[in-house]
Structure formats: structure tokens, C-alpha cells
T-cell receptor, first 112, second 115 residues
Framework: GQQVMQIPQYQHVQEGEDFTTYCNSS?????IQWYKQRPGGHPVFLIQ?????EVKKQKRLTFQFGEAKKNSSLHITATQTTDVGTYFC????????????FGKGTKLSVIP | NAGVMQNPRHLVRRRGQEARLRCSPM?????VYWYRQLPEEGLKFMVY????????ESGMPKERFSAEFPKEGPSILRIQQVVRGDSAAYFC?????????????FGSGTRLTVV
């Protein structure tokens, strides 16, 4: 079945430093989504990428979808303490599958 | 405009009892998904339902687990004869369209503890 791998599992950064998490799928994806989950909270949808090579920005967050539509990244510039949480990518392969497959997430800690 | 409503937030059950988790999707959403999350783990797909239909239950254990989304009322995830290994957070999500073509709106989850 489809697998989505995410690295790193944990990341500790000093406030103001940049942060990047990477996501790789074992199969070509129809789209990829990113979610953020605060400690003790629930996943919150951030963005969906659909096109090969697509880049989208949300303030300090930059999302990329690879040319082969098998990998993606989330980059946060100048982290703040409000960025703390776990960031999940989730891939949808389409092709008769209804499942959105989540990676294990990258847990971000920001040291003030 | 209420989001996805899940209840209860916390549920404690003794081994062998039944657990019923309820989920009301966002207004206008007819697609419901159940995911399970263990501590420090990602979300594992369990089941995808539309009104009165189970579309994909490939992530659901064959025994003791069942899900429904009746014409009226919330979606229910039912776990019979719970065991300690069922302890987890169970999240429900909804979307306006099917599969993974839309971003999911998640509820606050039900934290199930089996003692």
C-alpha cells in the first residue's frame, strides 16, 4: 500500500531560525496536503498542493510539491514560539483509492 | 458555523466494555472519515463514510470495530469488548467532497482510555 515518509521526526530550533520538514511518498500522488497539530490538539488543515512543481506561500510558510509529485516540503522562515506543534503531510493517490495517507509528522520545538 | 463536533472528549472504559464515539460533520459536509492516533504517531485511516454508506473500511480491524453514518444523526464509531490496545485518540474529519480531493476539517477527538 501507499506509504508516506516524513523527516525529521523531531526538530528543535532557536526562535528566529528556519525550519524545514520533508515528505516522500512511495507512489505518485494526485495531491498532497499539510496539517498542523498543536500539543493536545487536533490536526488543522494548512494547504493542498496539486500541480507538479507547485510552490505556495502563507506568510512565513513555503510549501513545495516535487516535479514527480512524490515529494513535498514545508519551510518556515524565522520560527516563532507560535509555530510549535507537529506538522503532518498527507498524500492522496487517487486512482480508486479514497484514503488520505498521513506521514508520522515532524514535531517542532522552538526555544525562545 | 460549528466545526466538526466529536463527543465525548474523553472516555474511560474497562476491558470488555463497549465504546461509542460520535461525530457530527461540519454543516454542508457529507463525507466523514475516522482516524486513530497513538501517542507520538501519525494518523491511521480507519474508515470513510457517506450518508448511509460505508465507502472504504480497509483501515478498520475486522473484529470488534464498526462504523455507521445514518441518514439522521451523527456518525458513530463503535468498539466492542475493548482491550488495552484500543487506547488512543480517535479523530473524525469531514469534507465537502470525496476522498482526498478536499482539505479535511477535524474534530477535537475522543481520547479513549481502556483500564
Amino acid at each position: 500500500g501507499q506509504q508516506v515518509m516524513q523527516i525529521p521526526q523531531y526538530q528543535h530550533v532557536q526562535e528566529g531560525e528556519d525550519f524545514t520538514t520533508y515528505c516522500n511518498s512511495s507512489t505518485t500522488l494526485s495531491n498532497i496536503q499539510w496539517y498542523k497539530q498543536r500539543p493536545g490538539g487536533h490536526p488543522v488543515f494548512l494547504i493542498q498542493l496539486v500541480k507538479s512543481g507547485e510552490v505556495k506561500k502563507q506568510k512565513r510558510l513555503t510549501f513545495q510539491f516535487g516535479e514527480a509529485k512524490k515529494n513535498s516540503s514545508l519551510h518556515i522562515t524565522a520560527t516563532q514560539t507560535t509555530d510549535v506543534g507537529t506538522y503532518f503531510c498527507a498524500g492522496f493517490s487517487g486512482a480508486g483509492s479514497y484514503q488520505l495517507t498521513f506521514g508520522k509528522g515532524t514535531k517542532l520545538s522552538v526555544i525562545p | 458555523n460549528a466545526g466538526v463536533m466529536q463527543n465525548p472528549r474523553h472516555l474511560v472504559r474497562r476491558r470488555g466494555q463497549e465504546a461509542r464515539l460520535r461525530c457530527s460533520p461540519m454543516k454542508g459536509h457529507s463525507h466523514v472519515y475516522w482516524y486513530r492516533q497513538l501517542p507520538e504517531e501519525g494518523l491511521k485511516f480507519m474508515v470513510y463514510l457517506q450518508k448511509e454508506n460505508i465507502i472504504d473500511e480497509s483501515g478498520m480491524p475486522k473484529e470488534r470495530f464498526s462504523a455507521e453514518f445514518p441518514k439522521e444523526g451523527p456518525s458513530i464509531l463503535r468498539i466492542q469488548q475493548v482491550v488495552r490496545g484500543d487506547s488512543a485518540a480517535y479523530f473524525c474529519a469531514s469534507s465537502p467532497g470525496g476522498g482526498g480531493n478536499y482539505g479535511y476539517t477535524f474534530g477535537s477527538g475522543t481520547r479513549l482510555t481502556v483500564v
